[in-house]
Structure formats: C-alpha cells, structure tokens
C-alpha cells in the first residue's frame, strides 16, 4: 500500500518533467530572420518546424550553420545513404532521443537497414549481424560517442573502407545529430506517438 501511495504521489512529477520546455512555434508566431528560417525549415526539412527546429528557431543566426550541414548530410555526402542512417540512429539511441529515433528508424528502413539490425540497436546492443561498412560506422559512432575519441583500430578501418574524407564526414555527421539530439532533450521536445520499432525506449 506505501508503495502504492508513494508512486502516486512521484507521478505528477515525472509527468511534470516531461512536459516540453519550449512551445511550438507556428509560422505565424515568427518574423524578421526567425520567419526566413522558419520558411526554410518548412520547404527542406522532413518535419517542417518541430524536432530540434522548433529550437533552432530560438537562435536564427546561429541556426543558419546547422541548417546548411543537415542539408549537407541529406544531400551531398558521400557516405552511402544506409550508413548515413545507422550513425544517426546510433547517435539517437546513444542519447535516448526518442524523436530522432522516430524520424529515422523508417528511413533506415527505406534504404535497406536490415530490421533485425536496427531491433539490436534500439535495445542497446551491438547488432549481431553486420556487413563490413555497417560494423564500421557503428564502432566508430558508439566510441566517439561514449568515449569522445576513437581508437586507432577502429580509426584506421574506417579510414580503409571509407578514405579521410568519409571518415571526416562520419565524425561530424555524428556531432551533428548529438547536437540536434542535445536540443532535442534540453527543450524536452514532444516526440509523436509511436509503436513498436519507431518508439524508442529512453535509457
């Protein structure tokens, strides 16, 4: 019963916490250069101004940078489009973002993840079966991102399946996506409703 009763009265909190901390702005709510950015956001992003943008838009000059390297990842890389994926999902799951997790896992999907990989991720472990270039981009991910550095192992077989450029790309695709996944849990922003694989269990 005190058991009980001590939930009940710990809910509201944990309630209470999750509630997002910045309100989503509408194009409407936004002018000057906030407005420019919020234009943009809704003709080039996948999720128009929710996400980290709804927080970006806080900052519009800062934002400018940020926007021009997601469009880089998105379009301009030449890292293979799957492995683009995998280092964001890693970077989601690493930072139990359940909203870029939500965004990306039917990407991944899309460009040929294989689903029992993704399963292995979500749940925080090292995915079972992996082909070279996928074991690659997840070590290197899982080290920069637990470690802040990578060892010269994993540097030097990125290095060999991908070349400096690549691996130049790979290490700020991933400090990206930290930095939307940063933005993303700092303003507790409002992941849509999800089931099964696209929900991501926060850690």
């Known amino acids: 019963m005190m058991r009980a009763i001590l939930l009940m009265l710990c809910l509201p909190v944990v309630l209470a916490a ?3 901390r910045l309100p989503q702005l509408k194009l409407e709510d936004t002018s ?3 407005r420019v950015l919020a234009e943009q956001m809704l003709k080039q ?3 128009g101004l929710t996400g980290p943008f709804n927080s970006m838009l806080r900052s519009p000059e800062m934002s400018k940078g940020l926007m021009d390297l997601y469009l880089y990842f998105r379009y301009k890389t030449a890292l ?3 492995l683009v994926e995998i280092a964001i999902l890693v970077t989601g799951r690493e930072w139990s973002a ?3 997790w939500y965004m990306h896992y039917p990407i991944a999907i899309s460009e040929g993840v294989a ?3 993704l399963t292995d991720l979500r749940e925080g472990r090292r995915p079972a079966a992996m082909k070279a270039e996928e074991a690659a981009v997840y070590e290197f991910a899982t080290e920069l991102l637990r470690t802040h550095r990578v060892t010269d192992a994993t540097y030097d077989k990125a290095l060999k399946l991908f070349g400096e450029k690549n691996v130049v790309d790979l290490t700020s695709l991933v400090s990206t996506y930290s930095t939307y996944a940063a933005l993303l849990n700092v ?3 409002a992941t849509p409703a999800a089931t099964g694989m696209q929900a991501l269990p926060v850690k």
């Open 18 to 20: 999750q509630e997002p």
């Open 32 to 34: 000057g250069d906030q």
């Open 45 to 47: 992003t996948r999720s």
């Open 80 to 82: 293979p489009r799957n």
């Open 98 to 100: 359940p909203f870029e």
């Open 115 to 117: 689903p029992a990989l």
């Open 187 to 189: 303003s507790r922003q």
